[in-house]
């Protein structure tokens, strides 16, 4: 993934150049589940936290001993290394940026408890200055990670919880003969993982999605060439998934109620004419 992001990826595609604050809001993320914007103090507050995390933490390991400092050592590096390898590659001036937060998800646990080691060790240490900043420090990462966990709960900022309240309101209405029809493969993706009527949800595939639709494009059976190629059972209705506001449907699809909107997607049923 590395090597093609490195060489294929398009300028301001998916991936943002990196900044001054890059490094610290991937910090503010691992622990928050949150991306900063940088416009307000809460946020400047938040993003310079880490900093404050990481002196304290490099100070901790310098009076651990040599065995403890090299396993705590070994477990964020887990994190920290992938971090700044990527950071210093995106800073170059002859490639792309290809500093991704996503690819240091499956590391982040790693990192979090090699932080988590180091502080706990620190509020068992004999410096009474020590022990009290590392019992602060311990009590703030908690919460953040409590504050994090329940913002992916609540889906703060995540798209794809409004396709589930959509999907939830298909569910109650849906009935034999129906057929749900997703207007792009993310939106199909979505509705596919939160309606409970998974054999229904169709999509026409067209466009690159950088192999986005490696899961979908040899299923036929989820798949259709054209939305004239939908089939539902006579009088059977169509739940039509879409992103945006305006949609395009075959003259042959009739509106029947208004459209119901979560976000950016928007939810409209049709019949057959």
């Known amino acids: 993934v590395f090597v ?12 943002e150049e990196v900044s001054t604050t890059t490094l610290q809001n991937t910090l503010a993320q691992v622990f928050l589940n949150k991306n900063i914007g940088n416009s307000s103090l809460e946020d400047t507050l938040i993003l310079f936290a880490p900093v404050l995390l990481v002196v304290f933490v490099g100070y901790i390991l310098s009076k651990l001993g040599k065995n403890q400092r090299q396993r705590s050592l070994l477990l964020i590096g887990c994190l920290a290394v992938p971090m700044i390898l990527l950071y210093v590659v995106s800073i170059l001036p002859f490639v792309q940026s290809v500093y991704y937060i996503r690819y240091f998800s499956q590391y982040a646990v790693i990192g979090v408890l090699g932080i988590g080691s180091v502080l706990a060790a620190g509020v068992f240490m004999g410096n009474k200055f020590i022990r009290m900043f590392s019992s602060v420090a311990v009590v703030m990462v908690l919460t953040a990670n409590i504050i994090g966990l329940s913002s992916v709960y609540r889906g703060e900022g995540k798209s794809h919880f409004n396709i589930k309240e959509l999907s939830q309101r298909i569910d109650k209405q849906y009935l034999d003969g129906d057929a749900i029809v997703a207007s792009g493969i993310w939106e199909f993706y979505d509705t596919h993982r939160y309606s409970s009527n998974l054999t229904t949800v169709r999509m026409v595939l067209s466009g690159d999605f ?26 059977g209705k169509i739940w039509f ?25 928007s939810l409209r049923t049709y019949i057959l004419k």
Do not use: M
């Open 241 to 265: 998934v879409a992103s945006g506001g305006d949609v395009e449907v075959p003259d042959t699809w009739q509106q029947i109620s208004d459209p119901v909107y979560a976000g950016s997607h």
């Open 4 to 15: 093609r992001q490195l060489t294929a990826v398009n300028s301001s595609f998916w991936i």
């Open 210 to 235: 950088y192999g986005g639709a490696s899961l979908v494009e040899d299923r036929e059976d989820l798949l259709v060439d054209s939305l004239d190629d939908v089939v539902v059972a006579k009088g």
